[in-house]
């Protein structure tokens, strides 16, 4: 086994780490919600919403992870031709030196930069890595936009059959707050909709 082989091998294998990763957070995620409903039913706001920005994270964490193993997939899978067909140059085995410690490390941008350093070596780099770039550097911010993280109590507040009145200054909890929040609501759930068909 070739040493560009045994990196061929890791890649895989942490194309497959990162996908375990990303079903992991997926699993917090449903167990943050759950917590989200419990709080909800004691009227507990505030926890609520701590939960809600919790979920909102590990959402967008586990969206990351599986980009960057389709990622670390496509960067697999150009190497595998260059050493099907003998083309692996002397740049591309310098890339590779240190590159079992950053794949096991987990770590988004270590892994990020050095794929970006093979996707160098490969001439044609698709205008895809780049645009995937920019969508994973804006979902890796820390912050969670509190739409979402709103939109989310809301959802487990009617799946628990409660009203919950967030952001409804007093004396507007008649019938125009709630038809104006319903209807921001309707938009919010399609939005949702259409962001979970794009995923």
Known sequence: M????????NLKFAAKEL???????EKEEKTEKAKVKKAIQKGNTEVARI???????????????LRMSARVDAVAARVQTAVTMN??????????KGMDVT?????????SALMEKF????????VQTSHMEDTMSSTTTLTTPQGQVDALMMEMADETGL?????????QTGSVGTSVASAEQDELSQRL????DQV
């Open 193 to 196: 909709a259409k962001l979970r």
């Open 87 to 96: 083309k692996v140059t002397k740049s591309m085995a310098g890339v590779v």
């Open 103 to 111: 794949l096991k490390s987990m770590n988004l941008e270590k892994i």
């Open 19 to 25: 996908q375990r990763n990303s079903k992991k957070c």
């Open 2 to 9: 070739s040493n560009m082989e045994k990196n061929l091998f």
């Open 119 to 126: 996707e160098r070596q490969f001439e044609t780099l698709d």
């Open 51 to 65: 939960h809600a920005e919790n979920a909102i994270r590990q959402k967008n964490q586990s969206v990351n992870f």
């Open 163 to 171: 009203d919950l009145n967030l952001e409804l200054p007093q004396g």
